[in-house]
């Protein structure tokens, strides 16, 4: 039987719902802290529930990133999917960044769980393939339409991505806001934005202190 044609799941009943949406946050959370190394006995310890209770949702660490990989490239879809029907290509590529840099700044376990997800095996391949389609349609409509620089590319937008997540995790609980400021310029950078009509104050010197950054000379040490 195919996965085309097996019958669907019955959906799950509210209390394993709840089981299954919480064993997701708390590796979230312990993935954003130490990568996904962590064991379903200690997630299931930091949820509250059985080790049970785990293993019948997600039979190893592998099925449980792939879960939450699928849930995220399932939202990032939707924003990309939304994005596509605003008729102006400068406004449906500045919408997509700037909604997909939300999600991600609010994500502090999002680049490991794509590092560790299964991105060749199926469903997984097919959704990032069609999600780089969304995406590379949106690129191409604005380039087209003169509304962002002529060089601008789809990895542009995966970098942009990863600037404002790498940002937006150093500053988070110290200047939670601060990676809006580094959003609209690089926004101004790739002419999709000829200026930011409320600029966003940079971070004071206190702030840049507390911020989890390397100092000068740390990077490296061991």
């Known amino acids: ?11 799950l ?6 089981n299954r949406r919480l064993i997701m946050e708390t590796a979230e959370r312990l993935f954003a802290q130490r990568g996904a190394v962590v064991p379903l006995n200690e997630i299931a310890h930091a949820a509250g529930v059985g080790v049970g209770t785990v293993y019948r949702r997600f039979p190893d660490v592998q099925s449980l990133v792939d879960a939450l990989f699928t849930e995220r490239f399932t939202a990032f879809m939707e924003i990309a999917t939304a994005a ?3 008729p102006d290509p400068g406004r449906a590529l500045t919408g997509y960044l700037l909604a997909a840099a939300r999600r991600r700044a609010d994500d502090r376990a999002l680049e490991i769980v794509l590092d560790n997800a299964s991105i060749e ?8 393939d069609d999600f780089g389609g969304q ?16 060089d601008f590319a789809a990895a ?8 404002i997540g790498a940002i937006a995790d150093r500053t988070q609980g110290v200047a939670p806001g601060a990676w809006h400021r ?6 101004t950078g790739f002419g999709l934005r000829p200026q930011t009509p409320e600029p966003t104050a940079a971070m004071t010197d ?17």
């Open 1 to 11: 039987m195919t996965d085309q044609t097996r019958a669907p799941r019955p959906p």
């Open 13 to 18: 009943r509210a209390d394993a719902e709840r």
């Open 84 to 86: 596509a029907k605003e």
């Open 121 to 128: 095996a199926e469903p997984i391949a097919r959704m990032r």
């Open 135 to 150: 995406v590379d349609g949106l690129v191409e409509r604005a380039v087209a339409a003169g509304a962002v620089r002529e």
């Open 156 to 163: 542009d937008v995966y970098a942009f991505l990863y600037m």
């Open 182 to 187: 580094y959003a609209d310029a690089m926004l």
């Open 206 to 222: 206190d702030q840049v202190r507390r911020t989890t950054w390397p100092r000068p000379g740390e990077e490296g040490r061991g």
